[in-house]
């Protein structure tokens, strides 16, 4: 199967009235704060997951971790995804993927340590790799706002 995922994140995720997604303050590979433990108001992921149509999603279940902690885990069963195709106007355009897209908000992001927020991608028992978020120490007199 010809199956991928892929990660962003940032500091928030809009649904905008016209069906637009905004995302605001995309981090690139890595989050960096000035001490810790901190607290992030609001951490953001937008994560797509893709499959050839002729091999629909039957499951899917993502989990993202930091250090030994679970901080979150999303579950999709076969109805789920099939009311998602339903409703999708991807269904029935002629492209040869399909793209599931969740979005998961946590907030607050206690920040105990520096580390990776890794996550984990099955589809249908396969796992996908995805890129995670570094979270690390600014060099001194960094300024973030």
């Known amino acids: 199967m010809n199956r991928y995922a892929y990660s962003v994140f940032c500091d928030d995720i809009r649904q905008e009235i016209n069906g637009k997604i905004t995302m605001v303050g995309i981090y690139t590979n ?37 250090g030994a902690d679970e901080v979150f885990k999303m579950e999709l069963q076969k109805e789920q995804i099939e009311g998602i195709i339903a409703q999708s106007p991807d269904a029935e355009s002629p492209a040869k993927f399909f793209t599931v897209q969740l979005n998961a908000i946590l907030t607050p992001f206690q920040l105990q340590h520096t580390g990776k927020l890794s996550l984990k991608v099955l589809a249908d028992g396969e796992e996908l790799e995805c890129a995670g978020l570094e979270m690390a120490l600014a060099p001194p007199g960094t300024v973030i706002l």
Do not use: N
């Open 30 to 66: 890595r989050l960096l704060v000035t001490s810790v433990p901190t607290v992030l108001p609001k951490l953001c992921l937008a994560l797509s997951i893709a499959t050839d149509k002729s091999s629909m999603f039957e499951e899917i279940s993502v989990t993202g971790t930091f």
